[in-house]
């Protein structure tokens, strides 16, 4: 007696099973990189490049994503200790001053 039928075994049907003749693969998105905010968006770009848009935008996004929370921290941070944000590059009208605001951003 089967459990699970409530009868005898021999008076279940025996059905012949073949396997599918054709396998459809599903379509998967691109794996996102993850790292440092330099790596992602590198990953990003080469992606626009190659003309792969869906994981270029993937790629952006999850960039996005991942390091909006870092970059609000550090705004919050510079502005308690330094009392403001950068300017604009084009308010300040000395080259050298300019300059020395290039390599600051760099260096951050």
């Known amino acids: 007696m089967d459990p699970m039928a ?3 075994v021999g008076t279940i049907q025996r059905v012949k ?4 003749q054709t396998v459809r693969l599903a379509e998967r998105k691109p794996i996102v990189m993850y790292g440092t905010s330099e790596d992602m968006t590198t990953e990003a770009w080469k992606a ?3 003309n ?3 994981h270029a935008i993937d790629q952006a996004q999850a960039t996005i994503q991942e390091w909006s929370i ?8 510079k502005m308690q200790e330094v009392g403001h944000l950068l300017k604009p590059l084009s308010a300040y009208q000395d080259p050298a001053l300019q300059r020395r605001v290039m390599e600051a951003m760099a260096a951050a």
């Open 52 to 54: 792969d848009w869906d």
């Open 17 to 20: 099973v073949a396997s599918p």
């Open 6 to 8: 409530g009868r005898d």
């Open 70 to 77: 870092a970059g609000l921290f550090l705004q919050k941070k």
């Open 48 to 50: 626009l490049r190659s």
